[in-house]
T-cell receptor, first 113, second 111 residues
Framework: DTAVSQTPKYLVTQMGNDKSIKCEQN?????MYWYKQDSKKFLKIMFS???????INETVPNRFSPKSPDKAHLNLHINSLELGDSAVYFC????????????FGSGTQLSVL | SQQGEEDPQALSIQEGENATMNCSYK?????LQWYRQNSGRGLVHLIL?????REKHSGRLRVTLDTSKKSSSLLITASRAADTASYFC???????????FGTGTSLTVIP
């Protein structure tokens, strides 16, 4: 069983479209994250949720809206996609917020044309 | 913002050799972690070292931490082709609730 699963794996879309990426973890963790990895492999945190509550929002444009319907799911919706949004988006989870190790999904490669 | 910076950016060695990669960071930390990322995959946790620890081992991995120099190193002994991957350090900047990553060291182990 995959611990942290995200879909889709690849997403190709036109500028201006709206798209969503879904993430689910079956580890029973309280905390989930979205990270963005750019073409230089720099990995930057975007959001963190603890038990469905937003705890970190790292100056991400408000076109990005995370939603956590329950603590096992954290979805990412992106409005009005721009060329600069092209990247690999990783979902991750940890047992709690307190410096625990992260478990990552396999990533969603988003290409905005 | 706080982030780990790995050095070198790329490293190529022969199978059986040791690989050493370094991480420097800017502010005080509670923990530092090392992760591996195989091409096209997510990151996998390797080892966590706390600020009051100086060295930690896990199998062929050895991690050191020097908080006075704000640096850490990851040593992989007797490398194998399967160790080919990117390696990232992540620091918590003293917050304990999120981790900041760098751009990683790309390791190639030649069979």
């Amino acid at each position: 069983d995959t611990a942290v699963s995200q879909t889709p794996k690849y997403l190709v879309t036109q500028m201006g479209n709206d798209k969503s990426i879904k993430c689910e973890q079956n580890l029973g963790h309280d905390t989930m994250y979205w990270y963005k990895q750019d073409s230089k492999k720099f990995l930057k945190i975007m959001f963190s949720y603890n038990n469905k509550e937003l705890i970190i929002n790292e100056t991400v444009p408000n076109r990005f809206s995370p939603k956590s319907p329950d603590k096992a799911h954290l979805n990412l919706h992106i409005n009005s996609l721009e060329l600069g949004d092209s990247a690999v988006y990783f979902c991750a989870s940890s047992y709690t917020t307190g410096g625990e190790k992260l478990f990552f999904g396999s990533g969603t490669q988003l290409s905005v044309l | 913002s706080q982030q780990g910076e790995e050095d070198p950016q790329a490293l190529s060695i022969q199978e059986g050799e040791n690989a050493t990669m370094n991480c420097s960071y800017k502010t005080s930390i509670n923990n530092l972690q090392w992760y591996r990322q195989n091409s096209g995959r997510g990151l996998v946790h390797l080892i966590l070292i706390r600020s009051n620890e100086r060295e930690k081992h896990s199998g062929r991995l050895r991690v050191t931490l020097d908080t006075s120099k704000k640096s850490s190193s990851l040593l992989i002994t007797a490398s194998r082709a399967a160790d080919t991957a990117s390696y990232f350090c992540a620091t918590d900047a003293g917050t304990g609730n999120q981790f900041y990553f760098g751009t990683g060291t790309s390791l190639t182990v030649i069979p």
